[in-house]
């Protein structure tokens, strides 16, 4: 039941203790650590100030806030409506918090908020009134130090899809008022930082997939389910039982051909035995993301053309965690796992051959990129590697450090997936090309409709190698020893 504003007495019997007071078990952030963060990045910025904004306020309400991983990187400050700056000279930070505070009345609501007096001891940076930002940037701007900004967006995927933000509309006034002030885009340096994992971010990270390993035995353990949601309730059930703040995406449980869609997260359809349920689903812990997908059979046993696919699939898994080793080259292990998955896929007669072209129904330049027009693409239009951290798709070091190589302190998934369906023959341009394919592979094709079979696990670079940290049953027989287990339950 949600609360009406006027109900304030109810309220005084609810606990408004300061984030500071709640006590927190396992592992965390120390405020040296945040610390030699900021220094890292002014480090990068040799010179300037930098801007950032936390997130805001829900203004729907009655939902949890949670921080953009960027500013929580920098502060470990998971509270709304904040910002930091940074002055960097001679690559020497100094940082202030600017608060927003809660009258008297709101807090009885919402909880009390850092506060000045408060914020060293918690953040290990002064703190300010948010209302006299304005006044401190003006007085920045015309200092000669360059500016540097920190979109306030949730994930750098969609980043460039943003210009409404509070963050940028700032920076357009900051423009407008000093035009000859440089404002440059400070997530690139963030995101460089961040790129390599510290001793206490890898324990974070491994709680966040542990947790999400056991929400995935669990709904593996669930007895006839008849709809996704209930898988999807397993597994963020046991996420929560376990600690997790939050999925660290929507959970995606598609069962049959919803299971070739690769961001389904409707999870509202009936699954029936004798389908496949891609299941990708990752627990965050205190801002920390897992990521891990199964594929499962409804019935707790594979079909010879699903295991067939789960094998090809497992195989091209295998060979990219071989390749995936410090000083390895990240796009030699994804090639690796390509070149597995294309020769399964002709031996299997799903496509003609492993070098046979076709014409995409997107635009591609196939003389320019040849590999790009390769028909095993068709079934498998994904890339098999992203880093986890604060967010589901965080930097790794060889992006940052633009060498392209595995390095200690990197957190990733390796994530090769094949979905087989007609309608992906169906979408294809009218093309001579096109036309001899489809006519060869159709009825192949019909034999595996509608399964799509994706194994995401998540790793750690150390310096003993490469460490597979989601330890979920993956390999056909083990999944199927677990699926027996289930206590089949008649309607």
Known sequence: MRVAARAVATLLFVSVLPGAARAQN?????????????????????????????????????????????????????????????????????????????????????????????????????????????GVLDSLATSGLPFYHLPDVETTDFSRLDTLTRGQEAVKSLARRYPSLRISNAMPHVLAVRAKKSDAELALIRKAVEISAEGHRAAMLTANPQHEYELRAALEYEFTRRGAE????GSIVGSGYNG??????????PVRPGDLVVMDAGAEYRGY?????????????????????????????????????????????ADSSVAVRTRGLAALGLIESDTASYDPPWRVDCAATPASCRQANLWMIHGITHGIGLAV??????????????????????????????????????????????????????????????????????????????????????IEALMKRRRVIQP
Do not use: C
Not at 64 to 87: I, S
Not at 246 to 249: E, H, I, L, Q, S
């Open 26 to 134: 396992g592992p965390g952030v120390s405020l040296g650590e945040l610390a030699a963060r900021r220094a890292a990045l002014a480090a990068r910025l040799e010179n300037g100030v930098l801007l950032a904004f936390g997130g805001r306020a829900l203004v729907h309400d009655f939902t949890t806030f949670y921080q953009l991983p960027g500013f929580r990187y920098l502060t470990e400050l998971n509270e709304p409506d904040h910002a930091l700056v940074m002055v960097v000279k001679d690559r020497v930070p100094q940082s202030t918090l600017f608060l927003t505070p809660l009258d008297a009345r709101t807090a009885f609501y919402y909880g009390q908020r850092l506060d000045s007096a408060s914020s060293v001891a918690r953040t290990g940076m002064p703190a300010r009134s948010f209302s006299a930002l304005a």
């Open 246 to 249: 939050r999925p660290a995406y």
């Open 260 to 269: 070739t869609t690769l961001h389904y997260m409707k999870d509202s359809d």
């Open 289 to 333: 993301a897992a990521d891990i997908t199964r594929t499962i059979p409804v019935s707790g046993t594979y079909t010879k053309e699903q295991r067939q696919l789960y094998q090809l699939v497992r195989d091209a898994q295998a060979i990219a965690e071989r390749m995936s080793q410090p000083g390895m080259s990240i796009r030699a292990a």
């Open 393 to 478: 798709h965080d930097p790794l070091q060889g992006d940052a450090r633009r060498d392209g190589v595995f390095h200690v302190g990197d957190a990733f998934t390796i994530e090769p997936g094949i979905y087989v369906s007609t309608r992906a023959l169906d979408v294809l341009p009218d093309t001579p090309r096109n036309r001899r394919f489809k006519a060869a592979v159709l009825e192949t094709v019909k034999q595996y409709q509608n399964t799509g079979v994706r194994i995401e696990d998540d790793y750690l670079i150390t310096d003993k190698g490469l460490e597979w940290i989601s330890r979920v049953p993956r390999e056909i027989d083990e």
